[in-house]
């Protein structure tokens, strides 16, 4: 009986979820709290959702867009994953992270890791702020010295349309994807524009906005 009722609970809080996630509109995100931090609810998908901090959280040396070796990797997995109890620990779930290159430079793709904690790639910022497609289509931008204004360019080095405005934070924040070759780390500048050629570890701190996929 305890189980049965735990079943229900378990598929009523998903529905809330769910109906929560659906209605909410376009331009207003839905957020929630969740151990020491405010997250943004990017997609909910069966009984988890993907989240990912309302801004940046830490700033990081760059990591070198080798997402399985980078720093930034065994800190999320290891110092910030301990700042949530146990009991928060249980409901984020270890996923399969898929590591792919970086399309508009033909870098390859690097091997594949399963982390509890990660950073968007270019896919994914693209699909969940906006769902444009402009990455996958090479829809290239860049900064017009005469007008400062983002415009079209065949070799441009960013994306930025109508969704500059819901990836924007008070820093710009790291991607996993590498950038313009594998030292460089793909990154979504302070006024959301995203850059896809990436920067160096030299060029110092970032901004890290940690993803997880949370169970319900």
Same mark, same amino acid.
């Given at each position: ?65 080798? =997402? ?35 399309? =508009? ?67 710009? =924040? ?43």
């Amino acid at each position: 009986m305890k189980r049965i009722i735990k079943a229900i609970f378990c598929v009523c809080a998903l529905m809330l979820v769910v109906f929560a996630f659906i209605m909410v509109p376009k331009d207003e995100a839905q957020k929630l709290e969740f151990g020491p931090f405010t997250w943004i609810v990017l997609d909910v998908q069966d009984d988890k959702m993907l989240i990912i901090t309302e801004d940046v959280v830490e700033l990081r040396f760059g990591h070198s867009g080798v =997402w399985e070796k980078s720093g930034v990797r065994s800190y999320l997995n290891g110092a910030f994953l301990q700042t949530f109890t146990s009991e928060e620990r249980e409901r984020i779930a270890e996923t399969p992270i898929e590591n792919r290159g970086n399309l =508009w430079y033909g870098v390859p793709g690097e091997r594949n890791t399963v982390d509890m904690v990660f950073l968007l790639s270019l896919e994914e910022v693209d699909r969940y702020f906006g769902n444009s497609g402009d990455y996958l289509n090479k829809n290239r931008m860049h900064m017009d010295s005469a007008t400062g204004k983002m415009e079209p360019s065949s070799d441009g080095l960013a994306i930025s349309n109508a969704y500059d405005g819901d990836r924007s934070a008070e820093r710009s =924040w790291s991607l996993r994807s590498p950038g313009g070759n594998s030292d460089l780390a793909a990154f979504v500048a302070f006024d959301g524009t995203v850059n896809v050629a990436g920067f160096a570890t030299g060029m110092g701190n970032v901004g890290v906005r940690p993803a997880l996929w949370l169970y319900l």
